[in-house]
């Protein structure tokens, strides 16, 4: 098994921990800090997420104060598992909740409840320490019905709201790009050539934990699926014809000074 | 007082007995206690009462001091001192305690003059021939000159042989040089002279006086024509200062020929070069302005460890349209929903995100070479008519019609109906067809 040298470093300062040798640990702990904090230039790690809510109205069985079931949740944008990223994700609900500040501290995360009323949600994510020390917040406004309002509610389906969004880290770690690397979650970028990285750190409990992403999801069929191939055609058109009138503009305007320069010779002022 | 008013509108009686018995001496103290000085309404405003501050007596203000000595004024007799001969005129002097006044007459001392340097006849052969002038008109000239005190418009219209006035002074600022050098102990004492430090240059004082005519002479409309240009040439030049300052860009020669062009043009010669050399350049300077808010813009993102793409957009959008007007940034949006993309990317990737900035940067580019154009018609008309141009249009046109079936049916834009005459963009068929035009290949 090859250890990275973060690792057997981390490991041998451990160690020193234990055996109590002052100077050999400070020299070590040293090197991990300089290690961890190396980062790159021009390399970014996007991850791409969708975060929204889905909402069934209970029909029959509503209440007054309870007329939806709701789910409000963040996740990988190909249903991959962002925990790789994401240590724990906060929500902040309506005050009339009960506990209204949720912490998920496992995927998936989300948070589901019963309620009549629509109300911005705060959803905060908070990175593991090598990833980002700090949080990043999103703004939810929870949607119950749906837009039509004359139509009738149904039990059957329910109203999903969704964006896409993508989670950009302009300046990744060594020990971030190493550990993530060929993970499903997020775009890795290309490194420059030559440029190697440490093999990723052992992974601990691997049985233990859960899978941690969402294709199995119980509401996997309403999840949206974002495509970026119909707005990049739409942008291309527009900047097809955005340009051909560029070009037409600037030929008007030569033409015009030439016309301009004429008249000036030709007149006497 | 008015409480009988309110009391008869209420209906009530109007005053009880005990009431009565004040209100009669009170008139009566009244009218007694009127002082004088102030009116007897202004009295009433301020309570019937006398002031609780002590008025100034009007009589107290206009006072002067009581005079200490005696002063008379008298008819005297003056001399002045700025008088060649001996002739007596007669003034009014203020003559205290007996005493008349001394000393010279008060303005004697404005009759300045000048200090004119003679030449003798050896200097003048030694130093001061010149083939245009003969000794014959230098001497006239310099006796004009202190005749005349260097009034040279004076001089000149004086001058026996008809020279320009830039002419004489050439002719008496070198004459005046040379002898200045000649007799002086070293060269030293002379550097400091102002005519040797600033040289009359009879070329450029010609130049200045025809620009400054030129100024002069020009109609209200060249006036404000010109204004533009230098409030454009201004705008050009603080943004090349930023983006220099952002960063070092190989400024190109052109665009400071252009703005060098462009200072040297105004004073009055012909608009149109340094316009024509400007223009170019304000398609090049925003871009150049922008790199260096993208660059920090980035940097700031940088900084931020962690953000959303969507907000790094905005940050670059921003940044795009810091340099323009709240009307730009509406036409650039109105302009994205004609083409029919969204405003915000419904999946802002990474690539959706760098065409969007691009094709924002895209119509930017656009909306100023439109605003150029417009600008290049209206100055085109008005050199023909002589009339006043029309404005640039409003942002009312719009260049991509909105129309689901066809890919951008364009109208061309709106011109003034009064102007006739060949001062037309070539490519319009003709000015009663004014059809939108589908876009075809052959328009490129």
Not at chain 1, 77 to 105: C, G, M, W, Y
Not at chain 1, 123 to 141: A, E, G, M, Q
Not at chain 1, 227 to 242: H, T, Y
Not at chain 2, 226 to 243: G, P, Q
Request: contains cysteine; charged residues 30%; positive net charge.
């Amino acid at each position: 098994m090859t250890m990275t040298n973060s690792s057997s470093s981390k490991k041998q300062a451990q160690d020193q921990l234990e055996t109590s040798e002052p100077t050999l640990k400070s020299l070590k702990t040293k090197m991990t800090k300089s290690d961890e904090k190396k980062k790159l230039k021009d390399i970014e790690i996007s991850v791409p997420i969708v975060y929204g809510n889905v909402a069934f109205w209970l029909g029959k069985k509503a209440s007054e104060y309870q007329s939806h079931k709701w789910s409000i949740y963040v996740r990988g944008a190909t249903n991959e598992d962002i925990s790789v990223v994401v240590k724990k994700v906060v929500f902040q609900l309506h005050s009339s909740f009960n506990n209204p500040t949720r912490v998920i501290e496992e995927p998936p995360f989300e948070v589901s409840e019963a309620g009549w009323g629509e109300f911005e949600i705060a959803i905060t994510l908070h990175f593991h320490s090598d990833v980002c020390d700090k949080p990043l917040s999103l703004y939810h406004h929870l949607k119950l019905y749906p837009e039509d309002e004359s139509g009738p509610l149904t039990m059957k389906k329910p109203v999903v709201v969704e964006s896409y969004d993508e989670i950009v880290f302009p300046d990744p770690s060594e020990s971030f790009l190493a550990r993530v690397q060929n993970h499903p979650a997020l775009t890795f970028p290309r490194l420059p050539s030559g440029y190697n990285l440490p093999a990723p750190m052992q992974v601990e409990d691997t049985g233990k934990k859960k899978r941690g992403d969402t294709k199995d999801h119980s509401l996997g069929q309403w999840f949206m699926s974002f495509s970026e191939a119909d707005e990049l055609l739409q942008l291309a058109a527009a900047r097809q014809q955005v340009q051909a009138h560029i070009a037409k503009l600037r030929r008007q305007i030569s033409l015009l000074e030439g016309q301009n320069q004429t008249i000036k010779t030709g007149s006497d002022l | 007082m008015g409480g009988t008013d309110a009391k008869d509108i209420l209906g009530l009686p109007k005053t009880p007995l005990s009431l009565t018995q004040e209100k009669r001496p009170r008139p009566q103290k009244e009218s007694h206690r009127k002082p004088d000085g102030i009116s007897r309404e202004v009295y009433a405003l301020t309570g019937g009462v006398a002031p609780l501050m002590p008025s100034i007596d009007v009589t107290h203000l206009k006072r002067r001091p009581p005079p200490q000595e005696k002063v008379t004024w008298q008819w005297l007799a003056f001399t002045n001192s700025a008088r060649k001969d001996d002739f007596q005129l007669y003034h009014w002097a203020r003559v205290v305690n007996d005493v008349p006044p001394t000393g010279d007459y008060s303005f004697a001392k404005y009759n300045k003059s000048v200090d004119i340097l003679k030449y003798t006849d050896d200097e003048y052969e030694n130093l001061l021939t010149d083939p245009v002038w003969t000794k014959e008109e230098t001497d006239q000239l310099f006796e004009l000159c202190e005749k005349f005190d260097l009034r040279f418009v004076v001089i000149a219209d004086r001058f026996p042989v008809s020279r320009t006035v830039e002419e004489l002074k050439d002719r008496y600022y070198s004459v005046n040089r040379a002898l200045l050098r000649a007799r002086a102990q070293s060269p030293a004492d002379v550097a400091n002279h102002p005519l040797m430090k600033e040289p009359y240059d009879i070329t450029r004082d010609r130049e200045r006086k025809r620009a400054l005519s030129m100024v002069l002479s020009q109609s209200r409309h060249q006036e404000k024509k010109d204004a533009e240009i230098l409030a454009e040439a201004k705008r050009i030049t603080e943004m090349r200062l930023a983006a220099r300052r952002a960063e070092e860009p190989d400024v190109s020669a052109n665009e400071k020929i252009g703005l060098d062009k462009a200072d040297g043009a105004v004073p009055g010669r012909s608009v149109s070069p340094s316009s024509n050399s400007q223009l170019p350049a304000t398609a090049v300077a925003p871009s150049t302005l922008t790199m260096a808010d993208y660059a920090s813009t980035l940097a700031s993102l940088r900084m931020l460890h962690v953000y959303l793409r969507t907000y790094g957009l905005e940050q670059m959008v921003q940044a795009a349209s810091s340099a323009v007007g709240l009307r730009t940034i509406k036409r650039v949006e109105q302009t994205l929903q004609d083409l029919g993309v969204n405003l915000k990317p419904k999946v802002p990737t990474k690539t959706v995100c760098d065409e969007h900035l691009e094709l924002r940067k895209e119509i930017l580019t656009l909306l100023n070479l439109q605003k150029q154009l417009q600008y290049k018609e209206s100055e085109g008309s008005s050199h023909r008519e002589g009339s006043y141009a029309a404005m640039p249009d409003t942002p009312k046109d719009r260049v991509f019609a909105s129309d689901p079936f066809s890919f951008g049916a364009e109208r061309p834009i709106k011109k003034e109906q009064k102007r006739k005459g060949p001062g037309r963009q070539a490519d319009s068929p003709s000015p009663a067809h004014k059809r939108p035009r589908k876009m075809k290949a052959s328009d490129l």
